[in-house]
């Protein structure tokens, strides 16, 4: 009977790693509704803001005051991360999901979120990096 149940476990688990389990992207959605984060309609950037992406569809975009995780409508591969400039279309002051782009990428959805929020989330990305890499 012992026999038996290691081969069983031995089947399950291989095909447990055959599969392809949830990705990065669906880890920061869930964190989205677990931390049932705020979403915006429009954040004021002024001059000063920084960006850390964090995967082709999701980045933290840093202001003077404020944090956000910005999601983008699909993976964006475009960027230049030394240059990362809004494509501003209304006011320059400002970014509006589903109307602002970020070097091409269209903007769905910003959520604000706090520092420990954007850390949390930096420290997900890179143990998924160090796990694959």
């Not at 389990?21 to 677990?34: K, Q, V, Y």
């Not at 309609?41 to 910005?70: F, G, M, N």
């Not at 970014?95 to 970020?102: A, E, F, K, S, Y």
């Not at 850390?119 to 990305?125: D, P, Y």
Request: glycine fraction near 4%; charged fraction near 30%; charge should be neutral.
């Amino acid at each position: 009977m012992k026999p038996a149940m290691a081969i069983l476990a031995i089947t399950l688990l291989a095909g447990c790693a055959a599969q392809t389990g949830p990705t990065l992207d669906d880890a920061i959605a869930d964190f989205i509704s677990a931390s049932e984060l705020e979403e915006l309609d429009v954040i004021r950037t002024l001059d000063r803001y920084s960006i850390a992406d964090l995967t082709e569809r999701y980045i933290i975009l840093r202001t003077r005051k404020d944090v956000y995780l910005v999601r983008f409508d699909r993976h964006c591969l475009a960027w230049n991360k030394d240059k990362v400039t809004p494509d501003i279309r209304h006011d320059k002051n400002a970014l509006r999901p589903r109307v602002d782009t970020i070097r091409g990428c269209r903007i769905n959805r910003i959520f604000a979120i706090d520092e420990a929020g954007a850390e949390e989330l930096t420290m997900l990305v890179n143990a998924s990096v160090s796990v694959r890499g």
